[in-house]
């Protein structure tokens, strides 16, 4: 990819809100540097970080270098831009920890470690905030823009307007210190622009401004947002009812973050296909095109899903979320089922009918009908069993039964714990041994 595509990659991506005057020249006169700020609350990112990272890695690809920076000071005050509420401020073992651990998550996506000029850094701004003393700070910075200007900003003047519980002078600085940090990368690493979300707009012309008025009029810095991704139905993108959809495994399992993709609506699929995966505009003109020929098949939710799981995850756990899902959903094997781990086994059935039985009743063996009419309601009586399971309609981990006075003992346990039957097509029910 030439190194002056970035603009007209992301535009038609429809990645770009607001581009600064001059900032497409400077991208295709030189290679350029670039920062894009990560909040360092949590010890993962989420997918609300995913379109300024996907951004990074577009910005990589074109040939430019990309600076990811964690904001460890920052992250102890609070940016105030879409915030009614002050945040709580973190302390230094906490910063380090969510740092390394967003490296380690930025690393599948962005490189850091070969030798090509363009290779990407992560920097910290507590780095070079933590020896800056008070007085220092407000002679150097603070008497360079003044309070007019910091007043005009949309994320103070909402704050100031009655919006939540006003606004601390903790707050009201954050935009001085995010500033700085674009001078600062300005005079130690050439970075001349910075990326962000459209509600960064205020905070990023207030660096370009800071740059300016400090190195003089010939200091060339430019700020480049993305607009925010809302869902089609105008609810916040990313969220679900039990809350963030994380990267990290621990947060949200690969098989619920396949589900989320999944199961997004055709309008969005069309959106999210083009920010969210680096397929090119061919492959995705003709996506969606098949997917308009025939919805029901979801061929872009499918292909969304498969695309931004292998690249979060791996193309194994995007397999065993495929397989996962055609356990609950389609016409998976009893091999299948046992080579769910015990997270998944109880997410892909979440919601369905759970029975207790002691693990002691399975020792010796209990008649599947026994199991199913007297230890559990599952039936309503044994004649109802006998006769589901002579019409072919039940199964007892994924294996249709043929004698409903077959033993089920421990031996058919899955992870040692679990049964699962099955009555017609969508009926499932989980029995527990304890």
Not at 205 to 233: N, Q, S, Y
């Amino acid at each position: 990819m030439a190194t002056k595509n970035f603009i007209e990659e992301l535009e038609w991506r429809g990645m770009i809100h607001t581009i600064m005057p001059g900032a497409k020249e400077q991208l295709e006169k030189e290679q350029t540097t670039a920062y894009l700020g990560i909040d360092p609350t949590a010890d993962s990112l989420h997918i609300g970080h995913l379109v300024g990272v996907m951004i990074l890695k577009h910005f990589q690809m074109c040939g430019h270098r990309p600076l990811a920076l964690v904001g460890g000071a920052t992250g102890m005050i609070g940016d105030p831009s879409g915030k009614s509420q002050e945040r709580n401020l973190l302390d230094e073992k906490t910063l380090r920890h969510n740092q390394e651990a967003i490296k380690r998550q930025l690393a599948k996506l962005l490189d850091f470690d070969s030798d090509a000029p363009n290779a990407a850094a992560l920097v910290n701004n507590y780095d070079w905030m933590k020896e800056f003393t008070f007085l220092d700070f407000i002679r150097d910075i603070g008497k360079c823009i003044t309070v007019n200007y910091m007043m005009a900003k949309d994320s103070v003047k909402k704050r100031f307007n009655g919006e939540g519980d006003g606004m601390s002078f903790t707050e009201f600085t954050y935009q001085l210190v995010q500033g700085y940090d674009f001078l600062h990368l300005y005079e130690t690493m050439n970075c001349k622009i910075q990326l962000g979300g459209a509600d960064q707009w205020g905070n990023i012309t207030t660096g370009t401004e800071l740059i300016r008025r400090k190195l003089g009029a010939e200091a060339e810095a430019f700020g480049i947002t993305c607009p925010l991704i809302t869902k089609a139905d105008g609810t916040k993108f990313g969220k679900t009812e039990s809350g963030n959809v994380w990267l990290d495994p621990r947060y949200t399992s690969p098989y619920k973050f396949y589900q989320f993709w999944l199961n997004v609506s055709d309008e969005d699929a069309k959106r999210y296909i083009k920010i969210f995966t680096l397929l090119d505009r061919e492959t995705i003109d003709a996506l969606i095109a098949e997917h308009d020929a025939a919805p029901h098949l979801r061929v872009l939710q499918k292909r969304l899903a498969e695309e931004i799981t292998c690249m979060i995850h791996s193309r194994e756990e995007y397999e065993k979320a495929v397989e996962a899902s055609a356990i609950l959903f389609g016409g998976a094997t009893s091999e299948a089922l046992r080579r769910l781990d015990e997270q998944t086994l109880l997410q892909v059935f979440e919601g369905v009918p759970q029975y207790r039985v002691a693990r002691t009743e399975l020792a010796a063996g209990i008649p599947f009908v026994d199991l199913c009419a007297e230890k559990s309601d599952i039936f309503a009586s044994k004649g109802e069993c006998r006769k589901l399971v002579q019409g072919g309609g039940v199964s007892l981990n994924k294996e249709k039964l043929a004698d409903a006075m077959r033993p089920v003992t421990d031996a058919d346990l899955i992870a040692g714990k679990y049964l699962l039957v099955q009555r017609g097509k969508k009926n499932y029910y989980l029995v527990i041994a304890e």
